[in-house]
């Protein structure tokens, strides 16, 4: 990389940020101030240098005085960052010569004083997250462009599925795993959860309010069905009053179900399927029967066709969907986003769930992560020469240092000074 000496000592890199450029012309500035009072001390002590009494004497001492501090202040300054005037002088050029132990050291204090738990937690608490998030949702049309950024790129990456690589996922990873892993237990054991929850109870609901409304509109398909079973020696209008009574008597007692929550066919379908739970983990003869099952279904070429064929559906119905400014799901998030950062104003708990939930996942990350994360000033330092490292640290921190050299000068003026007036009296 092509570098250009944009001040003595300190080489940097072309093209410098607009930061780094202020911050270079800032560190000029100041390290010219620091050498003007070196100067300045040099030509008046010259000038006063055979004046010995009278307030000329105390000039001629302040200037002296003020030089030598100044010339210590530049050589404890230079000896930061490079030899100063070259000389190879021992504990001098600190930074590039122990720039690993330095990255080391900064690294530990980060991860020791900023990335602990109770820091990250105390921060996010008076952060406010949750509120202020919500306040930028309802501001303009943050909602708005949230939904568009979001579904261009959802919309990209869907685009970018090729339908060869899910085929491939599917058929040479997901289908040989799941036909290599016993799924009987993490069945049964989903069940036994479901059925200790009672979540099944809706979709049992539902069931039996699809096959009674299935019932009552589709009265003749089921009279058919069971004359057709009639023996051929019994009348029709017989069969016909049978049929009707029959399927009369299957809808009152599927609607007998539905409006009995502890009706003996539910309860019996909960005593099955607990038993069904119980067996697909611990009974070897079901387990068998279930793995058998699975793989003849995973068996079936129209497994992974299916599986394709759904999969690209939905692909085209979301990519469709997200380029709709105006269609339903676009219009709905939009809707979701808005009324979530209302709520995040106008519910002081609903904000606070939110803060706790991300303090929670901050601490995680950083109860288990911090480490590795504070690595990367050590991993990044040690990637630099020593004369990067030392250019980089002075171009950030050299202006603040060059005022050790201006309070050398100053002090060591003003220390002259009282020494030699101290000297007169005595």
């Given at each position: ?18 930061g780094?450029?202020?911050?270079l ?27 010995d ?19 210590a ?26 720039k ?32 202020r ?16 950024e ?6 990209d ?14 058929e040479?990873?997901?289908i ?6 016993e799924l009987?237990p ?6 036994e ?12 609901d ?6 009674g ?7 003749d ?25 029959v399927?009369e ?9 539905g ?52 999969w ?14 105006t ?23 609903l ?11 901050a ?31 002075e ?32």
């Open positions: 990389m092509t570098t250009t000496h944009a001040t003595p000592g300190l080489a940097m890199p072309e093209g410098l940020s607009a780094d450029a202020a911050r012309k800032g560190l000029r500035r100041m390290r010219a101030l620091a050498l003007s009072l070196l100067v300045l001390a040099a030509v008046i002590y010259v000038l006063t240098r055979h004046h009494t009278g307030w000329l004497g105390y000039v001629n001492a302040g200037s002296e005085a003020a030089m030598v501090g100044a010339i202040d530049w050589f404890a300054v230079t000896a930061l960052f490079r030899h100063p005037l070259g000389l190879p002088i021992p504990h001098t050029a600190i930074i590039p010569n122990r690993e132990s330095l990255g080391e050291s900064l690294q530990e204090f980060v991860a020791d004083n900023f990335l602990r738990e109770d820091v990250i937690r105390e921060r996010i608490a008076s952060a406010g997250v949750g509120h998030v919500g306040e930028w949702l309802v501001e303009g049309n943050h909602a708005d462009r949230l939904v568009r979001g579904s261009r790129v959802l919309s990456a869907l685009s970018h599925v090729q339908e060869s690589d899910v085929a491939a996922l599917i040479q990873a997901l040989p795993r799941l036909q290599e892993e009987s993490v069945v049964g054991q989903l069940m959860e479901v059925l200790r929850d009672d979540a099944h109870r809706g979709l049992v539902l069931a039996v309010d699809e096959l409304r299935w019932l009552l509109h589709n009265h398909e089921v009279a058919a069905l069971i004359e057709n079973r009639a023996p051929s020696w019994t009348p029709q209008w017989l069969d016909k009053r049978v049929a009707t009574w399927h008597q299957i809808v009152e007692w599927v609607a007998d179900i409006r009995t929550p502890d009706h003996n066919a539910r309860i019996a379908l909960d005593k099955w399927l607990r038993q069904l739970a119980h067996d697909l983990q611990h009974q070897p003869e079901t387990m068998e029967r279930f793995e058998r099952l699975k793989v003849r279904m995973l068996d079936q070429p129209r497994v992974s066709t299916t599986s394709i064929q759904l690209d559906a939905l692909r085209r119905a979301l990519i469709g969907s997200l380029g709709d400014e269609g339903l799901l676009r219009t709905r998030a939009k809707e979701e986003l808005d009324k979530l950062g209302r709520r995040l104003i106008d519910e002081p708990g904000a606070a769930r939110v803060d706790t939930t991300i303090s929670d996942v601490a995680y990350a950083v109860n288990h992560y911090g480490h590795e994360v504070a690595t990367i000033i050590s991993a990044t330092v040690n990637r630099w020469d020593g004369k990067e490292t030392a250019d980089r640290i171009l950030h921190v050299g202006r603040d240092l060059q005022f050790i050299r201006i309070n050398g000068t100053v002090v060591g003026g003003l220390a002259g000074v009282a020494i030699h007036a101290i000297s007169s009296l005595l």
